[in-house]
């Protein structure tokens, strides 16, 4: 089934260049040599040839590879999280949802370009999850592997699996800590503790470190969370992440 994937368009590409008789010499026009079997099921050439069929092979293989990656990556995540994280009541969010704040769409913009992540914060009721559950649904539409999760949730999914069920809580953290895009939803309502705070340090640390995007909601001005979670996780996301107040009025850095 793959192999017709990746040699239906490489016969037509050979017979366009067949016409024009510009058919490599080095490949014949297969476009390269030795064919082999992914772990994905995907057959490719193990050698590809210089030439622009060969090239354009190689990269429709590639582009393959990496899609069945991400949904390996994804299957993964819903396998150790379940499915359908996102709350119902967001389900079908979309940054159209808020066209009519031009504003806020363009800090979204700016921060999905420039930086590695979003700060939402505000009181309860002023849309934190709804635009945070919005940009992770643009993302997981594109195929990119995302997870949602209230905080509070996952640190006792974490602490469940230290009873032995299930996957570990390190496959879990794991996993937290390399899917592309995160939302931390009501980071700070967890009970704290010494243990909540390293974990939470990891979390987003790694992701600091990997470049992956990490959307924040939290009702808790920056005081109260460092308060709550650890100084040094709050410095760590205001220094990824682009800080917008929601309150109706929209302010960058609001401290
Ligand atoms: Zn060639």
């Not at 080095?26 to 090239?55: E, I, M, R």
């Not at 009873?163 to 995160?182: F, H, K, P, T, Y």
């Not at 340090?201 to 009702?219: A, D, K, P």
């Amino acid at each position: 089934m793959n192999l017709m994937t990746i040699t239906e368009p490489a016969q037509k590409s050979y017979s366009i260049r067949a016409d024009d008789q510009t058919t490599c010499l080095d490949c014949h026009g297969y476009g390269g040599a030795w064919t082999d079997v992914d772990d994905f099921g995907l057959v490719h050439f193990k050698q590809y040839c210089s030439c622009p069929l060969g090239q354009s092979l190689k990269l429709m293989y590639e582009a393959e590879k990496s899609k069945r990656e991400e949904q390996s990556k994804q299957a993964e995540i819903d396998r150790l999280f379940g499915v359908a994280k996102i709350p119902q009541l967001f389900e079908k969010a979309t940054l159209a949802d808020f066209a009519k704040q031009p504003q806020l769409l363009a800090q979204v913009e700016r921060a999905e370009k420039c930086r590695q992540g979003l700060f939402l914060w505000g009181v309860p009721g002023t849309g934190k999850t709804h635009l945070a559950v919005a940009v992770l649904s643009e993302k997981l539409d594109v195929g990119t592997p995302g997870l949602f999760i209230e905080v509070p949730d996952m640190l006792a999914r974490i602490r469940e699996t230290f009873n032995g069920n299930g996957a570990s809580a390190e496959q879990m953290i794991r996993a937290v800590c390399e899917v592309d895009v995160l939302v931390l939803d009501d980071l700070g309502a967890e009970k704290p503790s010494e243990w909540v705070k390293e974990q939470l340090f990891r979390i987003v640390n790694t992701r600091y470190s990997n470049c992956r995007f990490t959307v924040v909601t939290t009702n808790l001005t920056q005081k109260e969370l460092a308060l709550r979670i650890g100084e040094r996780t709050v410095s760590r996301l205001i220094g990824m992440c682009d800080v917008i107040q929601l309150d109706g009025v929209d302010r960058r850095k609001t401290r």
